[in-house]
T-cell receptor, first 113, second 111 residues
């Protein structure tokens, strides 16, 4: 079975721009979660999508948004980028729930200049 | 709010020495999970513990879940250079909305 894939792997943007990241979960997995990983804050939960609906949301500003398509693929968008948004953005999928075993993708390394 | 804390933050050992990382939650957890992230990699699931006092072993790794289901430990016997990485514990948030991750223990091993 193919693992979780994320594109692009690396991205450089400037402040004020917006960015869209993509994630394809493991086939058959319906729950897709997004995490932000930084050296200072560690792994922080952004949101979870299940059956094309946002089921749970972390404590991030509205600049961070996402969606899920009927094939379970998910995208997250960050608008009006800030320097502090520089991070590794990880997508994780699971069969049904985001509090059970998570299968992480390789991540997208976003640098905001 | 609910917190999951890990100590130590960093640990350096000589190859062959043992290593332990500790995880403490501010609230009772329904389960605790452990992940390993190699340098430059992504977190990979190691194990999930569910029962109070549960102990599970995977080769040289021993995982424990405390009796009160608020703490856990990961012990590695006779470390090898392949054990290098950051070990995270994670537990479900109180509302069951997401996993809350500890900040991890980064293990380095010199041969």
């Amino acid at each position: 079975k193919a693992g979780v894939t994320q594109t692009p792997r690396y991205l450089i943007k400037t402040r004020g721009q917006q960015v869209t990241l993509s994630c394809s979960p493991i086939s058959g997995h319906r729950s897709v979660s997004w995490y932000q990983q930084t050296p200072g804050q560690g792994l922080q939960f952004l949101f979870e999508y299940f059956s094309e609906t946002q089921r749970n949301k972390g404590n991030f500003p509205g600049r961070f948004s996402g969606r899920q398509f009927s094939n379970s693929r998910s995208e997250m968008n960050v608008s009006t980028l800030e320097l502090g948004d520089s991070a590794l953005y990880l997508c994780a999928s699971s069969l049904e729930s985001n509090v059970n075993e998570q299968f992480f993708g390789p991540g997208t390394r976003l640098t905001v200049l | 709010g609910q917190q999951v804390m890990q100590i130590p933050q960093y640990q350096h050992v000589q190859e062959g020495e043992d290593f332990t990382t500790y995880c403490n939650s501010s609230t009772t957890l329904s389960n605790i999970q452990w992940y390993k992230q190699r340098p430059g990699g992504h977190p990979v699931f190691l194990i999930q513990l569910v029962k109070s006092g549960e102990v599970k072993k995977q080769k040289r790794l021993t995982f424990q879940f405390g009796e009160a289901k608020k703490n856990s430990s990961l012990h590695i016997t006779a470390t090898q250079t392949t054990d290098v990485g950051t070990y995270f514990c994670a537990g479900p948030g109180q509302a069951g909305t997401a996993l809350i991750f500890g900040k991890g223990t980064t293990l380095s091993v010199s041969s």
